[in-house]
């Protein structure tokens, strides 16, 4: 979701303004794919690198994800859409991290639209703690299949479709692993100027691509 600093400055306004407004499209996207039938989506939130940014950015994004949780915990609940956060919960604000273990909590046996936060995290880090646990087992002999067991998707079937927004042409740590045969939708829109015909234009090009996963075209 990418783009809501710009979207910000180039209307004269804070970058947190863009934030505020981002996390306004999230909440109306994620219904609008429940309504489609979508069982599982995945939002890149906050990546490891984002703590590179103003103590004052930072500071704004972590009151923000609280205050969204606690605004709108009603809206998951009534709509039965479960959160499971992905990423690293160490160095998390306390109070950050109980609104995201208090919504997983509360949301847990949903099952009509599963949102993977991607919330601290990184397709490195995933892959380094997925080592580093492979090593703490002792485990000799492994191959992908058991190696997709330690990382943090290890529940999660790979993502058939990212889509990035602003235009940008860049995976930016996201996925580094799952996203070997991903199909990817780059969107010229900054992410709080996405509209629902964005994503269904994204999902209909999506369907019409043959995925080969490395084969041949089929005949």
């Known amino acids: 979701m990418d783009g809501n600093g710009r979207w910000a400055s180039k209307r004269g306004l804070p970058r947190t303004v863009g934030h505020s407004e981002g996390v306004k499209k999230a909440k109306e996207i994620i219904l609008f794919i429940k309504e489609l039938g979508i069982p599982v989506v995945s939002l890149y939130t906050f990546s490891k690198e984002n703590w590179k940014r103003s103590e004052e950015e930072v ?5 923000l994800i609280v205050k969204h949780f606690k605004e709108e915990f009603e809206f998951y609940i009534k709509n039965k859409i479960k959160i499971v956060h992905l990423g ?5 604000n306390k109070a950050v991290l109980d609104s995201i273990n208090n919504v997983e909590r ?3 046996d949903f099952d009509s639209l ?13 892959i380094i703690q997925a080592v580093n646990r492979v090593v703490d087992d002792g485990v000799k002999n492994i191959d992908e299949e058991i190696f997709s067991k330690y990382l943090l998707t290890a529940n999660i079937k790979d993502p058939d479709l990212i889509m990035r ?18 199909e990817f939708s780059v969107i010229d829109k900054l992410w709080p100027d996405i509209q ?3 994503i269904v234009d994204a999902l209909e090009n999506f369907c019409n691509r043959e995925r080969r996963y490395g084969g041949t075209k089929k005949t």
């Open 88 to 92: 690293d919960k160490s160095g998390i």
């Open 106 to 108: 509360e949301t847990a």
């Open 196 to 198: 629902k015909e964005d």
């Open 59 to 63: 500071s704004f994004l972590m009151g």
């Open 165 to 182: 927004t602003s235009g940008e042409f860049r995976i930016s740590n996201y996925f580094l692993w799952q996203a070997a045969y991903s």
């Open 114 to 126: 599963t949102v993977y936060l991607a919330f601290n995290y990184s397709g490195k880090y995933d």
